[in-house]
């Protein structure tokens, strides 16, 4: 019986798909940063200026064996670990491989924005699925890169008001940290010291 409502629901909703290797960067002017409207009655959330806040996102890589990768959270107390791993034949497939976990962070920022959207124009989801697929081919020097990342995205709920739908989809993907980080291109500083080395980070 629930397997048939959501189908239903899942029918009615419908599914609303995103690539971002198919969506260039805006040229030009940088849109105004914006947030969130406390009140999203009407056909969805309205734009309202956002503060010029900074927060940073922590995690500890540590091998175990082979390549195996323990990570944890610093920022996030009791957060279970993640075990990263490598496909054989390089390693066991014992966990996700790096490339995964991206599509996994992609998927679940995704899913989280468009959830709050739907949440604060009262149409109130009770199941939101992110199928995402992570295309690796290799470059002009041979090298394995990620080429593109595809998504599926499928929230349910029982409320029928198509404008407000229309409204969160049009405005959801830009509140995604992730996604839209990816899609610019994010500078990654890297240092490589010895064990007992000083470490002296890029500014």
């Given at each position: 019986?629930?397997?048939?409502?959501?189908?239903?629901?899942?029918?009615?909703?419908?599914?609303?798909?995103?690539s971002?290797?198919?969506?260039?960067?805006?040229?030009?002017?940088?849109?105004?940063?914006?947030?969130?409207?406390k009140?999203?009655?009407?056909?969805?959330?309205?734009?309202?200026?956002?503060?010029?806040?900074?927060?940073?996102?922590?995690?500890?890589?540590?091998?175990?064996?082979?390549?195996?990768?323990?990570?944890?959270?610093?920022?996030?107390?009791?957060?279970?670990?993640?075990?990263?791993?490598?496909?054989?034949?390089?390693?066991?497939?014992?966990?996700?491989?790096?490339?995964?976990?991206?599509?996994?962070?992609?998927?679940?920022?995704?899913?989280?924005?468009?959830?709050l959207?739907?949440?604060?124009?009262?149409?109130?989801?009770?199941?939101?699925?992110?199928?995402?697929?992570t295309?690796?081919?290799?470059?002009?020097?041979?090298?394995?890169?990620?080429?593109?990342?595809?998504?599926?995205?499928?929230?349910?709920?029982?409320?029928?008001?198509?404008?407000?739908?229309?409204?969160?989809?049009?405005?959801?993907?830009?509140?995604?940290?992730?996604t839209?980080?990816?899609?610019?291109g994010?500078?990654?500083?890297?240092?490589?010291?010895?064990?007992?080395?000083?470490?002296?980070?890029?500014a």
């Open positions: 019986m629930r397997h048939s409502r959501h189908a239903e629901k899942h029918a009615a909703a419908g599914k609303y798909s995103t971002i290797a198919a969506r260039d960067a805006p040229k030009g002017a940088m849109p105004r940063p914006v947030i969130w409207d009140d999203c009655s009407g056909t969805g959330c309205e734009e309202g200026v956002m503060a010029a806040d900074r927060k940073t996102a922590s995690a500890h890589v540590q091998l175990v064996d082979g390549y195996r990768f323990e990570t944890t959270f610093p920022d996030v107390p009791g957060a279970a670990p993640i075990m990263l791993d490598e496909a054989p034949p390089l390693g066991t497939g014992a966990g996700p491989t790096p490339a995964g976990v991206l599509a996994a962070a992609i998927g679940g920022c995704l899913s989280t924005s468009l959830t959207c739907l949440n604060k124009a009262h149409l109130e989801p009770d199941a939101v699925n992110a199928y995402v697929t295309r690796i081919a290799r470059n002009e020097a041979g090298r394995f890169r990620i080429e593109g990342i595809d998504v599926d995205l499928t929230p349910c709920f029982a409320g029928a008001d198509q404008g407000r739908f229309d409204r969160c989809k049009a405005l959801y993907e830009d509140f995604c940290i992730v839209e980080s990816v899609r610019h994010i500078p990654v500083n890297v240092n490589v010291v010895r064990c007992g080395e000083e470490l002296k980070r890029s």
